[in-house]
């Protein structure tokens, strides 16, 4: 027994006690992940040729301390910029000097710029997306939301009705002569000029005589489309079953500004909803994809890593997508602190892609991860190494006291 072995041995002991140490410590850690240490032992020989001798120990040492990625609870937290991932990846920031670290830690927040950062100002990176929340680059990049500038205004381009015309009102209306004109029905909606400025427009549908069945066409029931001054924009026309026949394609309607410098509004009005049934007069959908201005005024991320963007305009743009990363062997990330790891070539390069695509987890907005470690697993391993330290002191005091039998030795 020598005094080396029992010194291997408080070494490795003490290098463990600090890996525990450190697992507790980070017990209400955000996205933290456990580590382990692994042991080798020492082993002194000498084999050269025709010998063959028996190994002596030399005691211990750490081989590695070895991370743990497996997933931690997910915490609902109802914050919409806190991000979680469920299952495979590591968020993709950008550090204050521009290099890349990854996290699993998703407490972000927004700065006055627009940014979505970490406590200590990484800025989270994704892929700039179209309205519709396409990615339109496979290039990520610092997502910056619109929380500045308000939308802009978008003019009414197409207006949408479903309704029923009542099939059993058969009275037709005769301009100038109906007080109040018979066989009249009528509704509006407000639609929207390039400035987003409202108008209301009212449009009415009046009986028309029927047209006689003329091979190959049926025998067609007509309505006139009005708009609110009374003028005739195009007619619907209907057949037995009570199905829209005419027109074949969906008419465009001229809506007057109020301003002379505006331009009108030109829309398509679609009529495929109408139908004519012997029921009272019901409007069912009457929409427009117009709006006015809006400013920024909450956010949601949906497990697909989309950026939804409301505004006080009552209008949602998607605004970005989260980019995910993962590795061949995430236990070769480097671990640089705040919650981030940076990659080393035994890690490999990162791997890029949107949440919930291939072995992705996807993301739930309004939770955090909590730190993987098992605080009962990690007392009890605390014990372990406190023995495991107290017996490697005691072969050392035993080494001495044998030595000291020797020295007294007459």
């Not at 003490?14 to 980070?26: E, F, W």
């Not at 850690?29 to 002596?56: C, D, M």
């Amino acid at each position: 027994m020598g005094f080396q072995t029992g010194l291997s041995g408080l070494n490795a002991s003490s290098k463990n006690l600090d890996v525990v140490g450190n697992n507790i410590a980070n017990v209400n850690t955000t996205g933290f992940k456990n580590s382990r240490a692994e042991f080798t032992s020492l082993v002194a020989s000498s084999v050269g040729p025709g010998t063959s001798t028996n190994a002596a120990g030399l005691g211990v040492a750490i081989d590695a301390v070895a991370q743990q990625f497996s997933q931690g609870n997910l915490t609902i937290t109802g914050n919409a910029l806190d991000l979680a991932i469920n299952g495979a990846g590591f968020f993709q920031l950008e550090l204050a000097d521009g290099s890349i670290a990854y996290s699993r830690a998703g407490n972000f927040k927004l700065d006055n710029n627009g940014s979505i950062i970490t406590n200590t100002g990484a800025s989270l990176r994704g892929y700039p997306t179209d309205t519709a929340g396409v990615a339109t680059s496979t290039t990520p990049g610092a997502l910056v939301l619109p929380t500045g500038a308000p939308v802009a205004a978008q003019a009414t381009t197409s207006i949408t009705a479903e309704l029923n015309l009542d099939a059993s009102d058969t009275r037709v209306y005769n301009a100038g002569t109906d007080t109040p004109p018979r066989t009249t029905y009528g509704t509006a909606l407000t639609v929207f000029d390039t400035q987003g400025s409202p108008i209301a427009f009212g449009v009415n549908f009046t009986r028309a005589a029927s047209t006689a069945a003329a091979a190959p066409a049926p025998a067609l029931d007509n309505w006139d489309v009005r708009d609110s001054a009374g003028t005739v924009l195009f007619q619907l026309r209907f057949d037995s079953t009570g199905s829209l026949y005419a027109p074949a394609t969906n008419p465009t309607v001229t809506i007057a500004t109020p301003s002379p410098t505006t331009p009108d509004i030109s829309a398509t009005l679609d009529v495929s909803g109408i139908t004519q049934f012997a029921a009272a007069f019901g409007v069912t959908n009457l929409s427009q994809d117009g709006y006015t201005s809006g400013s920024f005024v909450s956010l949601s991320i949906s497990e697909t890593g989309v950026i939804t963007a409301r505004y006080s305009n009552g209008e949602s743009q998607a605004a970005g997508m989260v980019a995910l990363a993962d590795f061949r062997n995430v236990q070769g990330l480097a671990p640089v602190g705040g919650n981030n790891w940076i990659e080393t070539f035994t890690s490999g390069q990162p791997l890029l892609g949107q949440p919930g695509q291939g072995k992705f987890g996807v993301t739930r907005a309004g939770a955090l991860e909590d730190s993987n470690v098992d605080l009962t697993a990690e007392l009890v391993n605390m014990m372990t190494a406190q023995r495991a330290y107290q017996a490697n002191a005691q072969t050392i005091k035993t080494q001495d006291q044998v030595m000291q039998t020797l020295v007294n030795l007459r």
